[in-house]
């Protein structure tokens, strides 16, 4: 079975800082990767995705996240944030060709001026 | 416009009471799921669908029914909720093997 583990319930960071949110995942085959973002009173959105390929995934609104199969991780990392980044960012994993998508529990980015 | 389109958004219940959260597609997704989110646990899995008439439990399945008699929609039934079914939940669609489009939520309290 799959778990995703992220590793901040709570990220504060200054606007304009880079910023990465850490995301690890335990399953025995090969995986389908997810960030998803939930603004207030929202449902999720989806971020990026890692299906295969190339390790380093660009996705919407300047963040990007790197597969590394070694680590079993996939970090989300933003190099400059702003105020309308506030928000909460889910990781996820799905078995390639299954069905089941596993969330992790969530990290709440909060952007101080 | 492709969405997904959950009713009610908030609601306010009392125990035992029977209700019913609809979720609707417009996009003939084949798979629909429902997710509860709660404080420190993420998103879990309810229940989910891989085609009309065919539903299978997730992770959190007690309290819990569903049915899928058309495509596009897929409710979500509590016989008798409890308390401990206050939560935020959320329906989601999608085609096999693309991302899950999500509903804006219906926040449920049972008193």
């Known amino acids: 079975a799959q778990s995703v583990t992220q590793l901040d319930s709570q990220v504060p960071v200054f606007e304009e800082a880079p910023v990465e949110l850490r995301c690890n995942y335990s399953s025995s085959v090969s995986v389908y990767l997810f960030w998803y973002v939930q603004y207030p009173n929202q449902g999720l959105q989806l971020l990026l995705k890692?299906?295969?390929?190339?390790?380093l995934v660009k996705g919407i609104n300047g963040f990007e996240a790197e597969f590394n199969k070694s680590q079993t991780s996939f970090h989300l990392r933003k190099p400059s944030v702003h105020i309308s980044d506030t928000a909460e960012y889910f990781c996820a994993v799905s078995n390639q060709g299954a069905q089941k998508l596993v969330f992790g529990q969530g990290t709440r980015l909060t952007i101080n001026p | 416009e492709a969405q997904v389109t959950q009713n009610p958004r908030y609601l306010i219940t009392v125990t035992g009471k029977k209700l019913t959260v609809t979720c609707s597609q417009n996009m003939n997704h084949e798979y629909m799921s429902w997710y509860r989110q709660d404080p420190g646990l993420g998103l879990r899995q309810i229940y989910y669908s891989m085609n009309v008439e065919v539903t299978d439990k997730g992770d959190v399945p007690e309290g819990y029914k569903v049915s899928r008699k058309e495509k596009r929609n897929f409710p979500l039934i509590l016989e008798s909720p409890s308390p401990n079914q206050t939560s935020l939940y959320f329906c989601?669609?999608?085609?096999?093997?693309?991302?899950?489009?999500f509903g804006n939520g219906t926040r449920l309290t049972v008193t």
């Open positions: 890692y299906l295969s390929g190339s390790t």
């Open positions: 989601a669609s999608r085609w096999s093997g693309s991302p899950l489009h």
